[in-house]
């Protein structure tokens, strides 16, 4: 068993930036592969970004290229999300999960889910 709680979250005007941390508990987190996702009012959970065990291959949402960068922090168990140009769509709950293999993308090949941190961004 994992455990995930993310924080980092908080209210920034467009155009800002917010780090968010993503924090692991339980098991050995150094050879779990990482996502972000977030998910607005009204609209389906999608993906942001991913970061593999090594912390050597990453991607992410066309959405959020060249703004967002994912890191990881084996040492301290924290998958890292820095996002700058913020932009007022970029707003939802942010959660962190565990990848189990099949389409990166898709949040159903993912467990082990925190509680997620809310960001908003004023325009």
């Known amino acids: 068993q994992v455990q995930l709680l993310e924080s980092g979250g908080g209210l920034v005007q467009a155009g800002g930036s917010l780090r968010l941390s993503c924090a692991a508990s339980?098991?050995?987190?150094?050879?779990?592969?990482m996502g972000w996702f977030r998910q607005a009012p009204g609209k389906e959970r999608e993906f942001v970004s991913y970061i593999d065990w090594s912390g050597g291959s990453t991607r992410y949402a066309d959405s959020v290229k060249g703004r967002f960068t994912i890191s990881r922090d084996s040492a301290k168990s924290t998958v890292y999300l820095q996002m700058d140009s913020l932009k007022p769509e970029d707003a939802a709950i942010y959660y962190c999960?565990?990848?189990?293999?099949?389409?990166?993308?898709?949040?159903?090949?993912?467990?082990?889910w925190g509680q997620g941190t809310q960001v908003t961004v004023s325009s």
């Open positions: 999960a565990v990848y189990q293999g099949g389409f990166y993308y898709s949040p159903t090949n993912y467990r082990y």
């Open positions: 339980g098991r050995t987190f150094s050879g779990y592969t």
